[in-house]
């Protein structure tokens, strides 16, 4: 997903490293094994809740990324990955 996020920001004048890049994620991608989602009756109904981020590890703008997955009975329920906000 982090991925696909920092290749995003270059569609608009993508260099050889991106297209480089794409290859390898479209690689791993048609190397996994989608089953699409599956839905499944829980043991127990239990919420979990995870995130983190890292401290301004983009080398270009120097944003950290954050990122979340909220699970609900063993099924994620979202997701997501994203570049911090900077106020100045």
């Not at 997903?1 to 290749?7: H, T």
């Not at 699409?36 to 127990?44: A, Y």
């Not at 109904?45 to 063993?74: C, Q, T």
Request: net charge positive; glycine share 10%.
């Amino acid at each position: 997903m982090n991925a696909v996020r920092d290749l995003s920001r270059h569609m608009e004048n993508p260099g050889e490293q991106h297209w480089m890049a794409m290859k390898r994620v479209v690689g791993y991608m048609k190397g996994q094994s989608l089953q699409g989602l599956r839905m499944t009756k829980p043991i127990e109904l239990r919420m979990v809740s995870l995130a983190d981020a890292d401290y301004a590890k983009d080398p270009v703008e120097r944003k950290s990324v954050g990122g979340d997955i909220h699970i609900l009975g063993g099924c994620i329920t979202s997701f997501s990955s994203r570049g911090e906000k900077v106020l100045v």
